[in-house]
Each structure stands twice: as C-alpha cells, then as structure tokens.
C-alpha cells in the first residue's frame, strides 16, 4: 500500500480546516501523522492572511490519481472555492508530494515550508529523500 505525504495550506480560518482535513485523512488511516504547524507569509498573492502550512503522511489503497480526486472531495467538503487566482486565499489546499519516499511535487524545491513539514514527516518515517 502507498505511503504518501501531502501537504497542507490554509488561510481562511486555518485551524479548524487543518484539523477538519487531517481528521478526514485519519479515516482512511487511523495511523496518518501531521507534521508541526507553520505560520507563513502569503506566497504570490500577499493581500491577503497569513497560511498555516504542515504535512500529512498516511498509507491508502488508492493510486495517486485516485487519491487527489479523494483530496478535491476533502477540498470541496471543507468550503474551497477555486478561483482564477491559484494563490488566492482558501480553507484548505492539499497537494501529493512524496510517494513512497519519492517527491513527485515541485513544490517541495520550491518552497521552505514545503520541504520542511516533508522532510519531518519523511524522518519520522525513515524514509530516504528523494
């Protein structure tokens, strides 16, 4: 079974949709980890409240495809509203980025909080980087 870490953003209400979406992912594994919470600045769009950003890491059946239509139902269940704006605010934003030790999510190079709520996550684990 896949062990994959997701990471995780939200900045409308941030703490109530964080716990909401993990206790979600706790359902399809009662063993799924969180990683620290970080408090950061708005990346792209700045107008607007600051992120809480971590990572989940969570075992699942499910293939990668089959798996983010699951994080869009979570997304969709939790109040989020695509916009035009990739950037713009939202109440929870949840995105594969590691897959059995593999990042598979640029977003991991690109930005700290990524690569840092990951990286705890993947030691916790014992997983190699990738």
Same mark, same amino acid.
């Given at each position: 079974m896949p062990l994959y870490i997701v990471?995780?953003?939200?900045?409308?209400?941030p703490e109530k949709h964080v716990q909401q979406a993990f206790e979600l992912i706790r359902q399809m594994d009662a063993r799924a980890d969180i990683a620290t919470l970080l408090h950061t600045k708005a990346v792209g769009f700045t %107008?607007?409240?600051?992120?809480?950003?971590?990572?989940?890491?969570?075992?699942?059946? *499910? $293939?990668? +495809? /089959?798996?983010?239509? =699951?994080?869009?139902?979570?997304?969709?269940?939790? %109040?989020r509203v695509r916009t035009a704006n990739k950037n713009g605010p939202r109440t929870i934003d *949840? $995105?594969? +980025? /590691?897959?059995?030790? =593999?990042?598979v999510d640029e977003d991991y190079h690109k930005y700290d909080f990524v690569k840092t709520s990951v990286d705890e996550l993947a030691a916790?684990?014992?997983?190699?980087?990738?």
């Open positions: 990471a995780v953003g939200s900045n409308i209400d %107008g607007q409240a600051d992120f809480i950003n971590t990572a989940f890491s969570f075992q699942s059946p *499910l $293939d990668a +495809v /089959q798996l983010k239509s =699951r994080l869009r139902d979570i997304e969709t269940r939790l %109040g *949840l $995105d594969i +980025v /590691q897959i059995d030790g =593999r990042i916790r684990l014992n997983l190699n980087k990738a």
